[in-house]
């Protein structure tokens, strides 16, 4: 089972600024794509699902490029409250194919200040 | 607010006892998962149970034993633990587990271990 990667950061940007991160997996066979957000000392909770057409949710943009094999998330107009540990996951079939493993980038953070 | 419950909160315990986390779901889910993570890292899969086996062991050492007594709970027995195993554990549950399937995980809010 192959690694998926992200920029540790932190990223930290001002109010009201538009971020960037990306991921990146090495599994050509993985089958689906999500980000999670983390704060700290609590439970991952799913932000949004990626597909190769791209989703938004508000301010939220999620992108899957196949080719590349990479997943990005954008975040316009940040608010405090999006200061977080923004997760990837990776969903790739085990050698038997008869099931899944869900598997977590390092995740990175984000620090939003006024 | 979490669907999956997790307990204890808080577990303190030394390397002789024996003690189990639970957990438990009720939204019809048929997938359940153990996760372990360590601050600042993130969460590694331990174990997975699709409609109630074992289908996923992630080469978990044996003093962590799972069980799953129905489709509702997941438990996590625990036993001559290490002070390196002091770590959140997270439960997990998607409503099935099948390829390609569009899986989401919900967490529970955890266990906080500390091995003394």
């Known amino acids: 089972r192959k690694e998926v990667e992200q920029d540790p950061g932190p990223f930290n940007v001002p109010e009201g600024a538009t971020v960037a991160f990306n991921c990146t997996y090495s599994n050509s066979a993985s089958q689906s794509f999500f980000w999670y957000r983390q704060d700290c000392r609590k439970e991952p909770k799913l932000l949004m699902s990626?597909?190769?057409s791209g989703n938004e949710d508000g301010r939220f943009t999620a992108q899957l490029n196949r080719a590349s094999q990479y997943i990005s998330l954008l975040i316009r107009d940040s608010k405090l409250s999006d200061s977080a540990t923004y997760l990837c996951v990776v969903s790739q079939t085990g050698a038997s194919g008869g099931s899944y493993i869900p598997t977590f980038g390092r995740g990175t953070s984000l620090i939003v200040h006024p | 607010d979490t669907e999956v419950t997790q307990t204890p909160k808080h577990l303190v315990m030394g390397m002789t006892n024996k003690k189990s986390l639970k957990c438990e779901q009720h939204m019809g889910h048929r997938a359940m998962y153990w996760y372990k993570q360590k601050a600042k890292k993130p969460p590694e899969l331990m174990f997975v149970y699709s409609y109630e086996k074992l289908s996923i062991n992630e080469s978990v050492p044996s003093r962590f034993s799972p069980e799953c007594p129905n489709s509702s709970l997941l438990n996590l027995h625990l036993h001559a633990l290490q002070p390196e195993d002091s770590a959140l554990y997270l439960c997990a549950s998607s409503q099935e587990r099948r390829v390609g399937a569009n899986e989401k995980l919900f967490f529970g809010s955890g266990t906080q271990l500390s091995v003394l």
């Open positions: 990626v597909y190769s």
